[in-house]
């Protein structure tokens, strides 16, 4: 990763220069030999600096973030459990209308709780 950064870099100044892709892909290689980007990569950078781009970071991907897992839906999901805890995963979903993924981490990272002979319980048991 690190790497590749310094690469993105060195791009970067070479196409300040006007250094075709090629002719940056020919001086990474005398820099890195064989640990040298793709020459598509090279050349998709080239080309993003030459059209303007500045920064060196990555861009934001595009996926849609992830709004299942707030305080609201862990308060519902323990009304649920509270009310009875012998459902499952699938039904507590359809239930509350969360996809099953998020219902089961939200059951075992945020309310710590895991499935015991068919009954959720707190994964540290204690004598009561």
């Avoid at 862990?74 to 039904?91: Q, S, T």
Wanted: hydrophobic fraction near 35%; charged fraction near 30%.
């Amino acid at each position: 990763m690190q790497r590749s950064l310094e690469q993105c870099y060195a791009i970067k100044f070479c196409a300040k220069l006007g250094k075709s892709g090629s002719e940056t892909l020919q001086l990474l290689r005398t820099a890195y030999g064989d640990a040298v980007l793709s020459s598509s990569q090279v050349s998709r950078w080239n080309k993003a600096f030459k059209d303007g781009r500045e920064s060196n970071e990555d861009e934001q991907c595009a996926g849609r973030p992830s709004t299942s897992r707030n305080e609201n839906n862990v308060a519902r999901l323990k009304a649920v459990l509270a009310r009875d805890r012998h459902l499952n995963v699938w039904l507590i979903a359809e239930d509350v209308g969360l996809p099953k993924t998020d219902v089961h981490r939200i059951i075992t990272e945020d309310l710590h709780m895991r499935k015991i002979c068919a009954k959720l319980v707190p994964k540290n048991l204690s004598d009561v």
